[in-house]
């Protein structure tokens, strides 16, 4: 029987001073509960094994034990990130392994002109021979890899959304202030301090917790005290208290997923907290801030609001207003997509729906973006991209010459 390991970012939240090893190998440990979450789902999609690539193994015994190996990353396309540890392990395992979950770095102002890591070149080569597909989040990131000469690159979401297999949710809206989760981000918080409503703040990473403790981290702090124009000791005392009783950090992963699944709904800067709501049927809103949740507000239509449009409207309004049939009616396209892509590349996934008697052009989606992002590469179109950081959403979304204006979800 074939079997699938999985390899990447650990499954577990790991504190960062519980491990001797995390100052040389921090890519590789999650000290996110969301980087956690891309993990878990892949494992539960593929029926997959954790595989530890810091640990010791015997390589001929896991060529024994397993078929295919499958990669889980967070945001890791860019030019510092450096994957030489994954893919050494990848060389000397030797087996076929598979990129499900590539996107666009989440920092950089002009990342799809940066260049690659050489490993991450390395590892791209491995996971694209055999007329095997690269696995990205969206149609920014498949451009980007077509600049750097990938020609098969499928546009497919953020696997996390695919764990439950195809979504049909009726969004309930209906909750008061403090019934409202909002999974902790500096600038999300920073924003609702401003209406003196409580929220059920949830913590995701090493930051949040050491928030939550009391202490606010200098980082934060320094960011919210530039934005307001306020002193440090007034950004500290007003984001420990805008915090306050009403904030919880999640030990373990699961009590993060289980605690995320019980609100009544969530208003999210903080991705895959705002996916662990939606595919757990919580209405969940994400403010996007950088071109890597811009990417998936546009390919997976997820109800969002932007920052601009949060000063102005009281909570409820916000969810009122979300669109959360369109994306209901988007992510069935999606999944579609998604088992075709998995189909394509020989991978079997534990969960997927009988497409047998569809439209074979309704579950190739990805391949027909695949086909014209390569045929669009000649043009200088990156003008559209260098103008993202300061125009936002309807700069992003005239992307590529408009090369997916005959979608309908456009």
Known sequence: MSKTMVIGLTPEYIYSDQSNNYAENEKLYSTNHGAAFITQSIMKIF?????????EHDFDELRNTYSQCVIATASQLGPSRDLSLLVSFLEKLDIKPFFVSGGVDAGGKYCINYKLHPSIIRLLEMCSVDDTYIGVRGDLSAFYLHKHGF?????????????????????????????????????????LMQNNEKYNYIGQDVFDEELF????????????????????????????????????????????????????????????????????????????????TYELVDYLCLPHISWD???????????????????????????????????????????????????????TEWKTA?????????????????????????????????????????
């Open 47 to 55: 029926d997959g094994d954790y595989i530890d690539i810091n640990a």
């Open 151 to 191: 020609n098969s690159c499928a546009p497919i979401g953020c696997p996390t959304i695919y764990s439950q297999g195809m979504l049909d949710y009726d969004y309930s809206l209906e909750a008061s202030d403090n019934e409202t989760g909002v999974p902790f981000h500096w600038a999300l918080a920073a924003a």
């Open 309 to 363: 449009e949060l000063k102005e409207k009281n909570i409820n309004d916000v969810y009122k207003d979300a669109d959360f049939q369109k994306f209901n009616h988007r992510i069935k396209q999606c999944y579609l997509n998604w088992v075709s892509f998995n189909e394509h590349n020989g991978l079997k996934i534990h969960t997927e729906i009988d497409s047998g008697n569809l439209n074979p052009q309704n579950i």
């Open 370 to 410: 695949n086909r014209l992002l390569k045929n669009i590469t000649q043009y200088k179109v990156e003008e559209k991209y260098t103008q993202f950081r300061t125009t936002g959403d309807s700069a992003f979304k005239n992307r590529i010459l408009d090369f997916l204006k005959n979608r309908e979800r456009i």
């Open 213 to 292: 403790k009391g202490n606010a981290p200098d980082t934060i702090v320094s960011k919210i005290a530039n934005v307001f124009g306020v002193s440090i000791q007034d950004a500290s005392q007003n984001l420990i208290n805008s915090v306050g009783s009403n904030s919880t950090f999640p030990i373990n992963y699961s009590d993060w997923y289980s605690l995320i699944g019980n609100q009544k709904r969530v208003l999210s800067g903080r991705l895959h907290a705002n996916i662990c709501a939606l595919i757990q049927g919580v209405a969940s809103v994400l403010v996007p801030w950088d071109m890597r």
